[in-house]
């Protein structure tokens, strides 16, 4: 949902508008009456990007992931505008389903990376290494039981 980082999050807003778009609050309406009665698991999981390594911050990831988003907005707007969205076309379910794929996508690669990133934190105080606990070295019971 591009509109989620924008302030036109629900209508263009009190802002200049030169071409027009929509001030009705049309968040939810597309979010989630469209999507549902509109876009399938069979829409989206061919749209889904295979696992990207960013190989960065996880702040570096959620903001190129959100810049990539907001350039959505004005897309999103059009789309409403020829109406799009009130009467499903093609073009508005591709709409729908490519970012629900990214997504989910962004949301899959931040687990991935969560999870290659594990083995090196620890948990609990005095903090203990993760992968201390998985090579056996330290019984998680004992090393975190307070």
Known sequence: M???VSVHYNGWGRYPNPEGFTQA???TPFESTYVHANITDKD??????PYRDC???????TADYLIADLAEVVPFYRLEKAGAFAKPTPEGKTF????????A???????VDAWHASDSLGVGY???????????KLDPYEELAY
Do not use: F, Q, W, Y
């Open 126 to 136: 005095p903090e203990k290494k993760v992968s201390d606990i998985e090579a056996g």
């Open 96 to 103: 729908a389903a490519k970012r629900l794929a990214a997504g």
């Open 44 to 49: 989206v999981v061919p749209l889904l990007a």
């Open 105 to 111: 996508a962004e949301l899959r690669d931040m687990i």
């Open 2 to 4: 591009p509109m989620h």
């Open 55 to 61: 190989r960065c911050t996880i702040a570096k990831r």
């Open 25 to 27: 609050k049309i968040h």
